[in-house]
């Protein structure tokens, strides 16, 4: 993945990323769970999960591993959300924004996936925006208060492909 390269999903693509998307939602809504856990409170949470997972498709398909099609409801909280690629024998975290902001997740929501990938998105085109290995975002410097507490690390300080791989690499060997 390359900074500031845009990946557009093919119409097939966009088909199976949206039919994936409704599903979840629908588990979600059945199960009695939708929009839990989320900081947003629209109604906007079928287009979320499809550009969430459409980020997911993108990250999986360029980087030549297997997407998870799976259709089950999962939380940071309860820890059942552990990770969305499993890709060099890391786990990632792909995270999406439609809108120009910098990396953020809730502070309640910090997990120990080994990094991110973090994309911008005018559905169906993704914008890669750059990788943050786990200790570089989850710093207690980078909590800011957006509409909760936060963890964000601007643009500028993602990281490309090489670098993320080689800061990944030295944490565990200093681990």
């Known amino acids: 993945m390359i900074i500031n390269k845009s990946y557009k999903l093919e119409p097939i ?20 769970i939708n929009g839990a856990g989320t900081v947003a ?13 459409g980020a997911e498709f993108i990250f999986c398909k360029y980087n030549n591993i297997h997407v998870d099609f799976s259709i089950k409801n999962t ?11 499993y890709w060099k024998n890391m786990t990632i975290d ?14 309640y929501s910090k997990t120990d996936v080994d990094g991110f990938a973090f994309f911008h998105c005018k559905y169906p085109r993704f914008t890669f925006k750059g990788f943050a290995t786990n200790s570089q975002l989850f710093q207690k410097k980078n909590i ?9 690390l601007e643009l500028e300080n993602l990281l490309s492909k090489e670098q993320f791989l080689f800061l990944t690499k030295l944490n565990k060997h200093d681990k």
């Open 13 to 32: 693509e966009k088909s199976i990323v949206e039919m994936v998307a409704r599903a979840r939602q629908k588990n979600k809504e059945l199960t009695g």
């Open 41 to 53: 409170k629209d109604s906007k949470h079928l287009y979320r999960n499809i550009i969430g997972f």
């Open 75 to 85: 939380s940071k909280k309860k820890g059942t959300d552990k990770y969305d690629a």
């Open 94 to 107: 792909v995270k999406v924004t439609e809108k120009d902001l910098p990396l953020m997740t809730p502070e």
């Open 144 to 152: 800011k208060k957006v509409v909760v507490d936060s963890y964000v």
